[in-house]
């Protein structure tokens, strides 16, 4: 796909395959092109050309049991009003996604129980700050056992500690990919790694080829694995 | 439209919380009391008339204002990310902007509608003689659908613009369109501020309800057009 904003391409020609269950790091130059990539994926931005198969569907559908459960996204915001309650905002959730009314209330339990909100659950969101906001954002994309997952730099106003315990996203079926200009923190989270340098795919690979080539999972040594596996004429190591 | 009515509710009770439902309703009760309370000297030639007059500049206050809003409130809602978090959940955009409209809507014609009667009770108890209510309403209905066709101009720009700029833009333009209009500058053209026109001067037209139900047929008409160009932006835009 190719997309420019501002007369800038921040995806240009963009060919990437990620395969279910992985775990995938998106790491950008410029930091926006990550970003965009996961809105173009979540249907929230258009690309100019190209075309997207996310989770086997090529475009989002209006029906609640399809595109609204199979696909979640958060972003840097929580996209929540911050006068609604936890419990609120998730029994919204649930009740867009068409669950009835005993799956919404085992749904929200266990996402109470899983993102620790079960203390703020009627608690406006504003009181408790912006770590309940993007804790609950997550716990409501969560809410629907998405197949895919996408992650656009999430749960920044998070302990580290716990923001690695939510975002160990369990599922072995379950695609993740996260944008992050900091890769060094999501370190135990992602198991694949790709490097975008002006909108164009330099590297994909896994992220045992960082620990192969004593590299650290950071933006240095991603650069650096994309320089030696494209002098190795093998940039995507990791694609399918 | 898939979830319209929880999005409205939701709308709604944004609007009480940020303070921004209290303007909506209360500009448009208050001309009415202004109307009450306007000292003979100005209350015009005719008791009808005069009530008109200052209702309708009180009023074209009021739709100024809502559509100010109504701009700032879709911008906003874009920028921060509640139209995504809807967007993703496969709720329709025009979903979210239609229960904007109709929540907006909702408050400001109850708000012009009891206004108005505020109205039509101060100009009954300064005439002399008995009053024909039917043109004054049909007046009033017709400004009730200059206030949709602006609601439905502001989304649109708020659908296009960042916040700040769709708040001044808005602003600029309802307030240059219904200035011009009340004060006449544009009599003879249909335009969806007719009726605000019509209402500032009762006496002015030989057919006041025929006159009324075209200009609230042409500001329907373009309130449905400016909602489904809104809509089809919304769609396109960046989120």
New interface residues.
Partial sequence: MTRAVRGQRLLDRLRLVVGVGARLLIVSQPEESGSLLL?VL?????ASSGSVLLAGVAR?????A???RR???V?P?????P?MSPREVLE??A???GFDADQRRRRIEQAADRYRIGLQLDEPIRREGPSLAQRT?LAAAMLTDPEVLLLDDPLRAVEPTERTRLLAIPGARRTVLIASPFPASEAGIVNQVALLRDGRLVVHAPVRELDARGLTLSQRGIESLADALVAGNQPTAASG | M??LR?LTG?AL??LW?SFRLIPVVALPLAAGIVVIALPPELAGVSAIGGAGFWYAVGASVAICLAGMLAASTMADERR???V?????????RSSVLMSWFVAYALLLISGIAIGAIGAFLAALSRAESPIDPLPFAAAVIAVLTTALAALAAGLLIGAVLGRWVAAIASLALFGVVLAATVAGSLDGVLLPSTGVGLLADLGGSGRPVGDALRAAGAALASGAVLLVLSAALLE?A??
Wanted: cysteine-free.
């Fill in positions: 809105r979540a249907g929230l931005s258009h989002a559908d209006s029906s609640p399809g595109w609204a696909v979640a996204y972003g915001q929580a996209g929540i009003y006068w919204l959730a009740r867009l996604a954002a | 898939r979830g929880a939701m009770r944004e919380i921060r990310g509640t995504a978090w809807m967007a993703v959940r496969a709720v329709p396109r960046d989120l």
